[in-house]
Nanobody, 124 residues
């Protein structure tokens, strides 16, 4: 398994941007499918986006498509989530996730590792 540490959360105004990072440690981290989930207060954790090991395949939830971009740097073993045009409803704790066996479209069904989460708050 890999260990995941998120960073980059914070407070931003609606319409603004924020970039989250997720540093992965472990010898095989670059071979994992990586993704982001989020959980708003009083709601269940939901899928946001995922990327395969090479970065050649990505998948987005409809709610963030066109606004969020996932990318990865396997040399740095880091995954990024660029969030633009942020809305109040994007407010949540964002979790990084990794899977050794699932692709971007099926990450939800097989997460092997979770990060501790980072808070994103969007104000009006």
């Amino acid at each position: 398994q890999v260990q995941l540490v998120e960073s980059g959360g914070g407070l931003v105004q609606a319409g603004g941007s924020l970039r989250l990072s997720c540093a992965a440690s472990g010898r095989t981290a670059s071979s994992y499918t990586m993704g982001w989930f989020r959980q708003a207060p009083g709601k269940e954790r939901e899928f946001v986006t995922a990327i395969n090991w090479s970065g050649g395949s990505t998948y987005y939830a409809d709610s963030v498509k066109g606004r969020f971009t996932i990318s990865r740097d396997n040399v740095k073993s880091t995954v990024y989530l660029q969030m633009n045009s942020l809305k109040r409803e994007d407010t949540a704790v964002y979790y990084c996730a990794a899977s050794a066996t699932r692709g971007p479209y099926t990450l939800t069904s097989g997460v092997d590792s979770w990060g501790q989460g980072t808070q994103v708050t969007v104000s009006s």
